[in-house]
């Protein structure tokens, strides 16, 4: 009966101690309507045990990127504002998806076409560093 009991608790301990890791999903880029414009990047990250802060998003298809997000601004326009330092909470997910947070693409590269996969590179405050591959789709395609 002890083991028994020391068998259940240990299975018990086991749930609540599930680390919780640091990833990335979900990541695809829209192509820009027009060449020359910028694309954008969009994924869902997961929080780890501990919050950490996103850095930078970067990609070898791009020159040069940028975190945005997207808000109403005067008149019920679209307007768009850099941001920094975004904040992933500990075990909670962030999405950067279209109509908020999301990464311009700037100078893509000629060859970026829509179904090949470009890998996304995320950079943490914490020092860690994640590679997720981005599906690529058209501008007026529908998300993936
Ligand atoms: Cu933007």
């Known amino acids: 009966m002890r083991a028994f009991l020391g068998i259940v608790s240990l299975a018990v301990l086991s749930a609540c101690q ?34 950490d802060t996103l850095l930078s998003v970067t990609t070898p298809a791009a020159l040069r990127t940028e975190l945005h997000e997207s808000m109403k601004g005067e008149h019920g326009m679209m ?7 975004v904040a992933i909470p500990a075990r909670g ?3 950067f998806a279209p109509g908020g947070k999301h990464v311009m693409l700037f100078d893509l590269g000629p060859r970026v076409a829509a179904g090949q996969r470009i890998p996304l590179k995320l950079s943490f405050a914490g020092g860690k560093t994640l590679e997720v591959e981005a599906m690529v789709v058209g501008a007026g395609d529908a998300a993936p």
């Open 18 to 51: 599930q680390p919780a890791e640091l990833k990335a999903d979900q990541a695809w880029v829209r192509l820009p309507a027009a060449e020359g414009r910028p694309g954008a990047a969009y994924f869902t990250v997961h929080g780890g045990d501990q919050s």
């Open 79 to 85: 307007a768009m504002k850099p941001i920094t330092d």
């Open 93 to 95: 997910s962030l999405a």
